[in-house]
């Protein structure tokens, strides 16, 4: 049985586990604290700052980000206090100069009261909470891109920027960025993730295209079955 610990979230008395994260324990006590870049099947990255809240702890207080923090004894967190508050506001304006239009993005703003951004809006898209590609490595098992560049030049890239090749487009990176960031189709037995396109297997029964035949590569490499066992789509297997 985990230890437990005792910490008070804006004036309630709430019991954790210990490491457990200020943002998981929250979540269990239904108290709401915005957040974009968590995830609970991906190691915490805290990357989008939206989830700042205002700690005490043996007499010191600061601003941490709740889901990189783990609960203590005696820890005292303040959600909505105006210093949070104000550092919310300034990400989600940080924010939406890259990405002004996501309604996820567009909802986080209404909460804080926060209309427009006053910086020059690039719209570029992605909001580098690397839930991809966390996703590509920690959950798929093949860290086909990752982080290049720093600071205003950051970015979520394959290596060399080009084709990614150990990408097996299982579009897991798609479905779970949260603002709809990178885009895919599949017309005429191709998929295509941004602008590599992964030729699909055909059905040998049915005819249908199903799935990336790198993916099912994969599938053989780590299964140890013959590739000839991934031939037929699921309905005709
Ligand atoms: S949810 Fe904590 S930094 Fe993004």
Same mark, same amino acid.
């Given at each position: 049985?985990?230890?437990? &610990? @005792?910490?008070?979230?804006?004036?309630?008395?709430?019991?954790?586990?210990?490491? +457990?994260?200020?943002?998981?324990?929250?979540?269990?006590?239904?108290?709401?604290?915005?957040?974009?870049?968590? *995830?609970?099947?991906?190691?915490?990255?805290?990357?989008?700052?939206?989830?700042?809240?205002?700690? @005490?702890?043996?007499?010191? +207080?600061?601003?941490?980000?709740?889901?990189?923090? /783990?609960?203590?004894?005696?820890? /005292?967190?303040?959600?909505?206090?105006? !210093?949070?508050?104000?550092?919310?506001?300034? &990400?989600?304006?940080?924010?939406?100069?890259?990405?002004?239009?996501? $309604?996820?993005?567009?909802?986080?703003?209404?909460?804080?009261? &926060?209309?427009?951004? !006053?910086? $020059?809006?690039?719209?570029?898209?992605?909001?580098?909470?690397?839930?991809?590609?966390?996703?590509?490595?920690?959950?798929?098992?093949?860290?086909?891109?990752? =982080?290049?560049?720093?600071?205003?030049?950051?970015?979520?890239?394959? $290596?060399?920027?080009?084709?990614? $090749?150990?990408?097996?487009?299982?579009?897991?990176?798609?479905? &779970?960025?949260?603002?709809? =960031?990178?885009?895919?189709?599949?017309? *005429?037995?191709?998929?295509?993730?941004?602008?590599?396109? =992964?030729?699909?297997?055909?059905?040998?029964?049915?005819?249908?295209?199903?799935?990336?035949?790198?993916?099912? /590569?994969?599938?053989?490499? @780590? @299964?140890?079955?013959?590739?000839?066992?991934?031939?037929?789509?699921?309905?005709? !297997?």
């Amino acid at each position: 049985m985990a230890e437990m &610990v @005792t910490l008070t979230i804006d004036g309630r008395t709430i019991s954790a586990p210990a490491g +457990t994260t200020i943002l998981e324990a929250a979540k269990d006590a239904n108290i709401y604290i915005p957040n974009l870049c968590n *995830n609970e099947e991906l190691t915490p990255y805290g990357s989008c700052r939206l989830c700042m809240v205002e700690i @005490t702890h043996k007499g010191r +207080t600061r601003i941490v980000a709740a889901c990189i923090y /783990e609960v203590v004894d005696g820890l /005292e967190v303040n959600v909505n206090t105006e !210093r949070v508050l104000n550092v919310r506001k300034l &990400v989600i304006e940080l924010l939406l100069a890259r990405n002004n239009e996501h $309604p996820a993005l567009r909802k986080i703003a209404d909460e804080l009261g &926060v209309k427009e951004t !006053r910086f $020059p809006v690039e719209k570029k898209g992605c909001i580098l909470c690397g839930q991809c590609v966390r996703t590509c490595r920690e959950v798929v098992g093949v860290s086909a891109i990752g =982080f290049s560049g720093r600071g205003i030049t950051r970015r979520i890239a394959a $290596p060399f920027m080009d084709f990614p $090749p150990d990408c097996i487009a299982c579009g897991s990176c798609v479905y &779970v960025c949260p603002v709809n =960031f990178i885009p895919m189709r599949e017309e *005429n037995g191709v998929r295509t993730i941004i602008r590599f396109d =992964f030729p699909m297997q055909q059905c040998k029964k049915c005819g249908k295209y199903f799935a990336p035949k790198k993916q099912l /590569e994969y599938f053989s490499k @780590t @299964t140890g079955l013959p590739l000839d066992h991934f031939e037929n789509c699921i309905d005709c !297997r």
